[in-house]
């Protein structure tokens, strides 16, 4: 079966510091990957995906990066924190980009201060 | 573009009571619908989905929700809630040519 691993779970950073989350999936070739931030009372923001091994898209211009450098790793990077950085991100794959049926991972809160 | 509007941030609910939550969307092309749940501090997890076929869709723990086109709405219901359903819930909606679009959550709090 497929599984999901993300990390850290929990990190509390300060502004200006660099920021790297990772996310792989177990179980499944080529899959789409996802991340995503939760603000309260804001729902979830889409912040990049990946088709394949090296193609990202960005949905939201910011202060995050992401890469795929191996086809079931995807990685979410910042150079320099800001306090609004502050957030749950949650990682995701599918199987299809277009059909919608996600499967997230437990998520990594970060605090910036 | 598509978007999903959850209208209550908030449902307070007595134990064995019925539930609805309320999801709508907008989409200029068919759709499909999802509602996903979120424990604190976990990842979302599919509740239920709408593809295709028939328009009431199920989940294994008693949900229910159905696809209404004319009123483009996707409503979550339980006829009865357990104290283990408190969680934060999601509608969501994908057209097939863009990636899913999420509602801001409901937080469904249920007491004794």
């Known amino acids: 079966s497929q599984t999901i691993h993300q990390w850290p779970a929990t990190l509390v950073q300060p502004v200006g510091s660099p920021l790297s989350l990772e996310c792989t999936v177990e179980?499944?070739?080529?899959?789409?990957l996802y991340w995503y931030r939760q603000a309260a009372g804001r729902g979830l923001q889409l912040l990049f995906y990946?088709?394949?091994?090296?193609?990202i898209s960005s949905e939201v211009p910011q202060n995050l990066s992401a890469s795929r450098p191996q086809d079931r790793q995807f990685i979410l990077s910042s150079k320099k924190l800001l306090l609004s950085d502050s957030g749950f991100y949650l990682c995701?794959?599918?199987?299809?980009?277009?059909?919608?049926?996600?499967?997230f991972g437990e998520g990594s809160r970060l605090t910036v201060l | 573009a598509q978007s999903v509007t959850q209208l209550d941030s908030q449902v307070p609910v007595f134990e064995e009571a019925p539930v609805e939550l309320r999801c709508n969307y907008s989409?200029?092309?068919?759709?499909?619908l999802f509602w996903y749940v979120q424990y604190p501090n976990q990842g979302l997890q599919l509740l239920l989905k709408y593809l295709s076929g028939s328009t009431l869709v199920k989940s294994i723990n008693g949900f229910e929700a159905e696809f209404n086109k004319s009123q483009t709405s996707f409503h979550l219901r339980k006829p009865s809630v357990h104290i283990s359903d408190t969680a934060e819930y999601f509608c969501?909606?994908?057209?097939?040519?863009?990636?899913?679009?999420f509602g801001k959550g409901t937080m469904l709090l249920v007491s004794p």
């Open positions: 990946s088709v394949g091994i090296g193609q």
């Open positions: 969501a909606v994908s057209s097939g040519y863009s990636t899913l679009t």
């Open positions: 989409s200029s092309v068919s759709v499909y």
């Open positions: 995701a794959w599918s199987v299809r980009l277009d059909v919608g049926e996600l499967f």
């Open positions: 179980g499944t070739s080529n899959p789409n």
